[in-house]
């Protein structure tokens, strides 16, 4: 299980300057070599294995969540493309999911199969399928989500309209659920790629939710195209939150 809950790797004055060099392995492609050497001198990443968390990506969560408060003691929960956990692992800690008294509960969706996270159910789902949203409402038992999270991406394809319009697409399938499961004035917050949301997938944000904004958290690397669009206050199926 994670533990601490910090959003930011601890200071590592200690190691400034010691970067670790990977040499080309023959066989080893040239952007495999830089991903390696990038992982191996990133200090989420180390930080991650040392809280316990599955990601680094528990990081961009717990900060999000520090500023904007979306993840609350006894909260339900549904995230999508869930594996491999790491914010799973951050809403069992913040909803207290694991916990008797007062818990929450979090549902993480994925179309792979991940290792259980304790404190959360599981489901096996394309979550781009039709029927998604009614199947994890189902598993809900009737009760309204309070929120929404995907970190879901697409494989690269290294053509950044071609990959900004597939990551939309995913989110806009996370929306899809939301619009399914959260209860009035809940909130869904989903990857998207530099640009952010437009077009007619802001609009749609826009008329049913109070408040919506893109946020980049500091752990998300320098070089990504990485934001996230948050919705906050879902005015809920008739309109009105």
């Not at 492609?29 to 991650?48: H, I």
């Not at 599955?54 to 006894?74: I, Q, T, V, W, Y």
């Not at 008294?101 to 394309?126: C, H, K, W, Y």
């Amino acid at each position: 299980m994670a533990r601490g809950g910090k959003s930011g790797p601890r200071n590592s004055a200690g190691r400034r300057g010691l970067t670790v060099r990977v040499k080309t392995a023959k066989g080893r492609k040239l952007a495999s070599t830089r991903w390696l050497q990038r992982q191996l001198n990133d200090p989420y990443v180390e930080e991650a294995k040392r809280q316990g968390y599955r990601s680094r990506a528990a990081f961009k969560l717990l900060e999000m969540d520090d500023k904007h408060h979306l993840l609350k003691p006894g909260g339900i929960v549904v995230d999508l493309g869930a594996a491999p956990g790491g914010w799973s692992q951050v809403a069992v800690e913040r909803v207290k999911a694991d916990q008797d008294a007062s818990a929450g509960r979090v549902i993480a969706a994925d179309l792979n199969d991940i290792e259980p996270v304790p404190g959360a159910t599981f489901m096996q789902v394309d979550v781009t399928d039709a029927e998604a949203g009614e199947m994890i409402r189902a598993a809900l038992g009737g009760a309204r989500v309070d929120v929404v999270l995907s970190d879901m991406a697409a494989s690269s394809t290294g053509h950044r309209q071609t990959d900004h319009l597939r990551v939309i697409s995913l989110a806009e399938a996370a929306l899809d659920i939301a619009e399914d499961v959260l209860k009035p004035g809940g909130a869904y917050l989903a990857k998207v790629l530099q640009g952010g949301a437009s077009g007619d997938f802001l609009t749609r944000l826009r008329q049913n939710f109070a408040k919506v904004a893109h946020v980049k958290p500091k752990a998300s690397r320098q070089d990504s195209s990485e934001v996230y669009v948050l919705a906050k206050g879902y005015r809920g199926p008739d309109g009105a939150e």
